[in-house]
């Protein structure tokens, strides 16, 4: 399983960092939504062989699931940080790794106050379809 800092870094070379648009104004997240479906929930999303599964801990610690926190080869541990910027629909979430910050809006369908999956994360290279799963656990990739 690859990190998502290796993903992040081999796109954002592609694509030299700029936001693409990936969805409209009308489904993106503002700060607030963006902290409800995040903080405490771990975000499942694969692109092409990539895939990822990482932890929003509440306080901001970013943690890769990996194989799981008892594997004896590549277990759970603390890949950087993330917090939320901006406000309203110039809101994103950064994630930080090693002093390097990748910022990405965030679409997904709202039915009244509830989100529908899949989320879209539109940043330094489009990541769609990703799943937001409830506390620190795996996806079943």
Known sequence: MKSFIIFSISFSLVSGGAFAQCGTASNRLNQTELSTILSGKTVCASL??????????????????????????????????????????????????????????????????????PFDFCGPTNVTNATILNGQVGCGF
């Open 48 to 117: 092409g062989s990539d895939k990822w599964q990482e932890y929003h801990a509440p306080g901001g610690n970013l943690i890769d699931w990996k194989k799981g926190p008892s594997d004896p080869v590549d277990p759970t541990k603390q890949v950087g940080t993330w917090s939320i910027t901006g406000s309203g629909n110039n809101a994103v979430v950064n994630h930080s790794y090693g002093g390097t910050t990748y910022s990405f809006a965030v679409y997904a369908n709202k039915q009244g106050n509830s989100f529908i999956a």
